[in-house]
């Protein structure tokens, strides 16, 4: 998935908070600063300005974490692009936190935020995989594959992605690939043994 493409829907999601939820939570300058900060990053991203970006993400953070509850819609949305540019930033353990805190917060009762969620688990299990975890690279992969599975079906892309990701990390660890009713199945034994 395109980061260009994440940091726009993520920006267009805290655009929409700004204008439906009551302006009265943070100041008027505080809600203008954090939506400049906000759209500056996406900008530096798009020139590949990535520490450029994290600085003012970071900065738009901190604004929204000492204002708002660890639930509120922008402060999630704030964790959301700092996890993917330490990622990008190849920041893998600041990522790592910001992910886990995003998965947290992140609400679930909606179908846009259960997919957020999946985006997350499964960046989160690319980390681990690019750093040899494969446990838990295997965890979060697989928690990410049931959400697609279950919200986009077997033959959405977002699924096919994250099946091939499972399958590229049963290569690495000297397993054999396989298939999404596999995936199933072994998920399913393993919730029974728990």
Request: aromatic content about 12%; overall charge negative.
């Amino acid at each position: 998935m395109s980061g260009q493409w994440l940091f726009h829907r993520s920006f267009t999601v805290l655009s929409l908070v700004f204008i439906i939820l009551r302006p009265s939570v943070l100041s008027a300058a505080d809600l203008q600063e954090v939506y400049v900060l906000s759209e500056s990053a996406v900008a530096l991203v798009q020139r590949r300005h990535i520490q450029e970006a994290v600085m003012a993400a970071e900065h738009a953070y901190a604004i929204c974490k000492a204002e708002l509850s660890p639930e509120h819609p922008w402060r999630i949305t704030c964790l959301q692009m700092l996890a993917e540019l330490y990622r990008y930033d190849e920041r893998y353990d600041k990522a790592e936190e910001f992910y886990k805190q995003f998965i947290q917060f992140q609400n679930s009762d909606l179908p846009s935020g259960l997919l957020d969620k999946a985006l997350a688990l499964n960046n989160l299990a690319t980390i681990y995989h690019e750093q040899q975890q494969f446990d838990k690279a295997q965890f979060y992969y697989n928690q990410a594959f049931c959400i697609y599975q279950e919200m986009l079906g077997s033959s959405h892309q977002y699924t096919k992605n994250c099946l091939e990701n499972i399958n590229m990390l049963n290569i690495a660890m000297g397993s054999e690939t396989i298939d999404a009713d596999e995936i199933e199945r072994r998920i399913i034994i393993t919730g029974r043994n728990q």
